[in-house]
């Protein structure tokens, strides 16, 4: 079992800046990827970045050149830096890790609330 706990949401205005956190803990070393996913209201939920243990990184085609996904040494605690925010990146945002091999996240972080204003 992988728990995680995200943090660093908020409000913030059109071309702000946030960065959320998400801590794991638990049977850390079955991890071989990690992720931030986001769903708006209505929506379905979607991935917008994910690093696996090899250092491997995807981004949305949204985010992509807004968003940074990285993680400390230990690879205990992935981070999502998001700069130039846009109405539309506001969702709830939720950290998820997948294990061995498996192609769907096995775990998934409470969420955390990004709202962006214009």
């Known amino acids: 079992q992988v728990q995680l706990v995200e943090s660093g949401g908020g409000l913030v205005q059109t071309g702000g800046s946030l960065r959320l956190s998400c801590a794991a803990s638990?049977?850390?070393?079955?991890?071989?990827?990690t992720g931030w996913y986001r769903q708006a209201p209505g929506k379905q939920r979607e991935l917008v970045a994910r690093?696996?243990?090899?250092?491997?990184?995807n981004y949305a085609d949204s985010v992509k050149g807004r968003f940074t996904i990285s993680r400390d040494n230990a690879k205990t605690t992935i981070y999502l830096q998001m700069n130039s925010l846009k109405a539309e990146d506001t969702a709830v945002y939720y950290c998820a890790v997948w294990l061995y091999s498996e192609v769907v996240p096995r775990s998934w972080g409470q969420g955390t609330q990004v709202t962006v204003s214009s």
């Open positions: 690093i696996t243990s090899g250092g491997t990184i």
């Open positions: 638990g049977s850390i070393f079955s991890i071989t990827a």
